[in-house]
């Protein structure tokens, strides 16, 4: 009685048959080390777009090959995720081709189309440099120039939005820390945020006074006074509570605007601080219990209209206050 083989030793003999031509033994070398689309493989194999495309569909309707479509183009790449079975299968393969006489060529021609991609971007960023921010905010919009930077965010931190808002910073943090506990004072902001937020369940929405925080002590690893502390009565104070609700050794960070002589802005956007100066900021922050201060002055956004920025960074202590700090004023 004849016994039908299992599936998988099929399919493994079925490979091993789709690499006994030697067009498709050069594809596959082509196409383990780049991405090609069936023009570029014509080019390179010096073959008709007939039997290219004939040999591409064997490798696919057996799993060595993949696809993608990027528009009207398809590119072809060999499949990364092989099962074990036909991966040393290709290593025996590859490795018996070494001297094979058509490697050379094979690769010189495909640095040739290599050389002529790298070619088209670097024209394509020559011509575009005068415009590329634009462009690149049109395409992926403004806060993907910043997106990375949440990666360098220990993913174990619980971090305080303070001054939240309507949650446009904890909704970006949110996928990158343990925890996002997001703080303000205002019903309708806090309205705002919790549309904004969502179902998302890493982000602990309190309302509440920034210079009395509902956090409890050391529970923070990250505090971020965004744009906030010039609304304070009390800058001073705010920090003080920031750092009790810091963990030893965690840290602080202010964005905020420098001194200014805008006095309008008291009348008209409810501002309560012109800004503050980096010796205001290294003296409150000593004073609360926080050192290794750095203050970093903001380069103007063009067509940005308000007071230049600064940002600030500081880091709990963990012994009290330092030596260094000055008297209260």
């Known amino acids: ?6 599936a998988p030793t099929r399919d493994l003999l079925s490979r091993f048959e789709s690499l006994g031509d030697e067009s498709r033994l050069r594809i596959l070398t082509l196409l383990d080390r780049n991405e090609f689309t069936v023009s570029e493989l014509v080019s390179v194999l010096q073959l008709p777009q007939s039997t290219v495309s004939r040999h591409l569909r064997v490798l696919a309707d057996d799993g060595w090959v993949r696809r993608r479509q990027e528009g009207k ?62 462009l690149r905010d049109e395409l992926f919009g403004r806060d993907a120039r910043f997106a990375a930077l949440f990666g360098l965010l220990d993913p174990e931190w619980v971090v305080g939005d303070l001054g939240t808002g309507t949650g446009t910073l904890a909704n970006m943090i949110a996928p990158f ?40 002590d050391g529970e923070l690893d990250l505090a971020v006074l965004m744009l906030v502390l010039h609304f304070t009565v009390e800058p001073r104070r705010v920090l003080a509570e920031a750092t009790r609700a810091l963990a030893p050794g965690g840290k602080l960070v202010v964005l905020d605007m420098r001194a200014h002589e805008r006095e309008e802005y008291r009348e ?11 010796d205001q900021m290294r003296d409150w922050t000593c004073l609360a219990g926080l050192e290794a201060y750095h203050h970093i ?6 067509g940005a209209s308000g007071p230049a920025l600064f940002a600030a960074t500081a880091r709990k202590a963990v012994r009290g206050l330092s030596e260094r700090c000055p008297n209260p004023a």
Request: net charge negative; with cysteine; aromatic share 8%.
């Open 73 to 134: 183009t398809r590119y072809y790449r060999m499949e990364g995720e092989l099962e074990s079975g036909a991966r040393d299968l290709w290593r025996l393969a590859e490795g018996s081709l070494t001297g094979a006489r058509w490697v050379a060529g094979d690769a010189e021609r495909a640095e040739r189309i290599l050389a002529e991609r790298r070619e088209r971007a670097a024209t394509f960023f020559s011509e575009s440099a005068t415009r590329w921010d634009t």
């Open 1 to 6: 009685m004849i016994t039908q083989a299992p």
């Open 268 to 278: 008209t956007m409810g501002h309560l601080w012109p800004g503050f100066t980096e």
């Open 177 to 216: 820390v343990k925890r996002v506990i997001a703080v303000d004072r205002s019903p309708e902001m806090l309205a705002a945020a919790a549309v904004r937020l969502g179902e998302c369940d890493t982000v602990d929405v309190r309302e509440g006074e920034l210079a009395s925080l509902p956090v409890d």
């Open 297 to 302: 002055r903001l380069a103007p956004e063009p």
